[in-house]
């Protein structure tokens, strides 16, 4: 199913890409032609549509066509700083040079994007097992009490009235909850076309508590790393900004880099510009910038932000996943006690009344 849908998207996985790079990267150092070590590569790959993207790849190089031009018709396949860094490798004749750089950059964004869907599928699971035991209680147990509460005609107390309300919701009139929800989604992925609606959005998001740090902190992380691994590779400081600015899909971020890329066209620093965008950009990391800049040590500076940023991301991570985790317990605690309360609340009186 997943190859499938791989297939019909037009996209790989990002554990593929990496395979892909390293594979290469392997088979160039160590001596292979390079259409030799595409094909060799072709029919070492596990996805059948990977491989015939790969072997039809080794075709066209080996028919005198560059690689890189061949790369920018699978878009969805190779991403735009990719191919970048294959045109500068093939300039400079640094290919298997620029393939391990490659590698070794896609492999650290794996690291990264596994640490934190690995760090957040607990929480998702212990929400999603939430939902089920309520939606059960809700739809299962509740009317087996609505029945009897019937039965004795007594006037129910107010929570009471509640739960029974939204128990014959969820068992009578689920899909308008569905198709409201759905609704929903629908205005705001249509809203969301809208540039300046969008900016204010991607805004409220860095404005979050906890996960608006976090975000900001995996945006800075991507920058840098992105930016650096360009910058080494021999991308002029224009047209890397340029790559970068696509990467990043928060139209703030967006924003300053286009911005940034306006005013180091003129001649001004980077650290001078971003000083100014302490929202975004912390001290020191504007610091250390500045430092790069003046030492002609950018790319290894840049590398080292990202770096730094990226335990701070797993920090985060595990700071967050562990106040998250009780308060879901919490939440579930309060949840079915309510649920349990207002249920027991009629039977308190019908037992008074059968007493008396």
């Known amino acids: 199913m997943l190859k499938f849908l791989t297939k019909l998207s037009g996209r790989i996985t990002s554990g593929q890409l990496v395979y892909f790079t390293r594979q290469l990267s392997i088979m160039l150092r160590a001596?292979?032609?390079l259409v030799r070590a595409l094909h060799t590569l072709a029919n070492q790959m596990a996805d059948p549509y990977f491989?015939?993207?790969?072997?039809?790849?080794?075709?066209?190089?080996?028919?005198?066509?560059?690689?890189?031009?061949?790369?920018?018709?699978?878009?969805?396949?190779?991403?735009?700083?990719?191919?970048?860094?294959?045109?500068?490798?093939?300039?400079?004749?640094?290919?298997?040079?620029?393939?391990?750089?490659?590698?070794?950059?896609?492999?650290?964004?794996?690291?990264?994007?596994?640490?934190?869907?690995?760090?957040?599928?607990?929480?998702?699971?212990?929400?999603?097992?939430a939902f089920l035991i309520v939606f059960i209680i809700m739809t299962v147990v509740v009317p087996t009490f609505m029945k009897m509460f019937k039965e004795y005609d007594q006037a129910l107390p107010l929570p009471t009235k509640f739960l029974l309300g939204v128990s014959d919701f969820l068992r009578s009139k689920w899909w308008i909850g569905l198709l409201f929800i759905l609704s929903l989604w629908t205005v705001y992925r249509f809203l969301l076309?809208?540039?300046?609606?969008?900016?204010?959005?991607?805004?409220?998001?860095?404005?979050?508590?906890?996960?608006?740090?976090?975000?900001?902190?995996?945006?800075?992380?991507?920058?840098?790393?992105?930016?650096?691994?360009?910058?080494?590779?021999g991308v002029p400081v224009i047209d890397a900004l340029e790559v970068v600015r696509g990467t990043v899909n928060n139209d703030v971020f967006k924003s300053i880099i286009q911005r940034l890329i306006f005013v180091v066209s003129e001649g001004e620093d980077l650290s001078s510009y971003l000083k100014a965008q302490s929202f975004i950009f912390p001290p020191l990391v504007?610091?250390?910038?500045?430092?790069?800049?003046?030492?002609?040590?950018?790319?290894?500076?840049?590398?080292?932000?990202?770096?730094?940023?990226?335990?701070?991301?797993?920090?985060?991570v595990s700071s967050f996943t562990s106040i998250l985790e009780p308060f879901l317990i919490v939440s579930m605690g309060l949840i079915v006690g309510f649920i349990v309360i207002s249920m027991f609340l009629p039977l308190f009186t019908l037992t008074q009344a059968m007493s008396q």
Request: charged share 25%; aromatic share 10%.
């Open 193 to 233: 076309r809208f540039p300046r609606i969008k900016y204010k959005v991607d805004m409220i998001k860095l404005r979050i508590p906890l996960i608006g740090n976090l975000l900001k902190r995996f945006y800075i992380s991507r920058f840098s790393q992105t930016l650096g691994t360009l910058l080494l590779s």
């Open 31 to 33: 001596g292979l032609p």
């Open 51 to 129: 491989s015939s993207i790969v072997r039809s790849i080794a075709l066209q190089v080996e028919q005198g066509e560059k690689l890189s031009e061949v790369m920018q018709r699978y878009p969805k396949i190779f991403p735009d700083y990719y191919v970048n860094m294959i045109k500068v490798a093939e300039v400079g004749g640094i290919l298997d040079d620029i393939f391990q750089r490659l590698a070794v950059f896609l492999e650290k964004q794996e690291r990264t994007n596994k640490k934190v869907f690995s760090a957040l599928i607990y929480p998702a699971f212990i929400l999603l097992v």
């Open 286 to 316: 504007v610091e250390m910038i500045s430092i790069g800049e003046e030492t002609g040590s950018l790319p290894e500076m840049l590398s080292k932000i990202a770096e730094i940023y990226d335990e701070e991301i797993d920090l985060m």
